[in-house]
């Protein structure tokens, strides 16, 4: 009956947004024929079976799409900028219409809840709106010049053709947060996503592209699904791509780093987290256990931001960590499209591989698994990679707890005194995002101190994950560089310009040079 249920629902996504066949993974302005192009299959983790075919680009697609973004830069950036915002504005509303549609295109392709894939789209909407009101205040800063008659300013300029290249586990958001934004400073931008998400990517760039094809404008976002490793090159030895943002594994992002910098590019490296919450005894126990659980559980795990490690002080440790195995205990794993249902699978079987190879690490290291631990068999879904989360409980010394395994996992240990849990804090290589829970004024001031958190996002009585958009996401270490979504992240989708100009009749110099000729 379960399986029926999803299948139903598998054809009724797909049908809605005209994805059931084979799906071209290229759009360049138009989407490119499918003939002769090897393809890859689009899974649903829930019930591990094939949604349907993308086709991948081959290097004469990419260079193709290079080639025309360029050109469709060129007749962007003389856009005015708020006019630039009004169109993105549009993108936003046209979303809206299609949040539910493609919400569940992202339970389909990814596992999330019903609720967590509609926030995938809101979180795209939101961007948009937010880009859209930027794109009105792109300012530059005016000083006072050290010459007489003279004006010193700066004024921020488009970039060019960006590439974003984003993972599974937000696979549109992440590319809205870049995309849009990058959009209103000026900026075309080419789209690599997650072969693993891949549909997901096609059936919001269908949804974007006739809304900007509507509207009379440009083409300013291409699509390219390509292999990872294959596209990822291409990308990162272009020339004309002058900032690529990626967001997966620190791995590949050095290797990304590595390659952009030796042409002098730009980056934007979103990387591995590895997240804490620091429970002090002063905290409001309610909030503490949901903040950690939502962190923990919500996305299976699966996000940059999942809370990973919890440190507890030791006064109540026993009761922090017996209330939150009870919540474990009765959360509801299965069809995330089930209502009531919180934690849906992971993405596919490595992952699953994944899970179990760490808890193996963890126990061989000393760790105790107090809850969780197994595989999880849905009635119905059997292919669907389902695990139960689990806690372990741990010692801060473990090699297993610096490194961040994308699953369920999460990692207990007990403190003594605050200076102790900001050490077992920040002794992990990543710095993403960060959590304390207590109601103590002082220990809330020292955790965001210069001493405190070492993280990118650092947050008090709420949980590491579910960042908004209107701050700056990104993180320390090697979590990576730069940040993108709200606030000033914008800056790295422009280049910035110095502009001195004299309207006297001389030429004084800088610095009381004198040069007489
Ligand atoms: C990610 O996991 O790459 O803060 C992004 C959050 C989400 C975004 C996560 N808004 O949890």
Known sequence: MEN???QKFREDTLQSLGLEKVNSGIFNGKWVTTANKSKIRSM??????VNSEITLAERKDFDGMVRNLSRVFEEWREYPAPKRGEIIKALGDALVKDKTRLGALVSLETGKTVSEGEGEIQEMIDIAYFASGLSRQLYGLTM?????HHRLYEQWLPLGTIAVISAFNFPSAVWSWNAMVAAVCGDTTLWKPSTKAALVAVGVMKSISETLSNLGAPPIFGLMVSRGSEGGE?????????????????????KIYETVSRRVGRVILELGGNNCAIVSNRCDMKLALKGVAFGALATAGQRCTSTRRAVVHEDIYEEFVKNLKDIYKKVKIGNPREPGVLVGPLIDRKAVEGYFSSLKEAEKEGGKILVGGTVKTIPGLENGHYVAPTIVEANPNMNIVRSETFAPILYVFKYRDLNEALRIHNNVPQGLSSAIFTTDLREEEVFLSARGSDCGIANVNTSTAGAEIGGAFGGEKE??????????????????????????MDIPLSQGVKFEV
Request: aromatic letters at 12%; charged letters at 20%; hydrophobic letters at 25%.
């Open 4 to 6: 029926e249920n999803f």
């Open 44 to 49: 649903s983790p829930i019930d591990g079976l």
């Open 144 to 148: 006072g010049s050290e010459r007489p």
């Open 234 to 254: 291409w990308i990162s030895n272009e020339p004309s791509i002058p900032l690529v943002s990626f967001t997966g594994s620190t791995a590949t992002g050095k």
């Open 479 to 504: 979590t990576g560089y730069g940040r993108e979504s709200g606030s000033d992240a914008w800056k790295a989708y422009m280049r910035r310009q110095t502009v001195t100009k004299n309207y006297g």
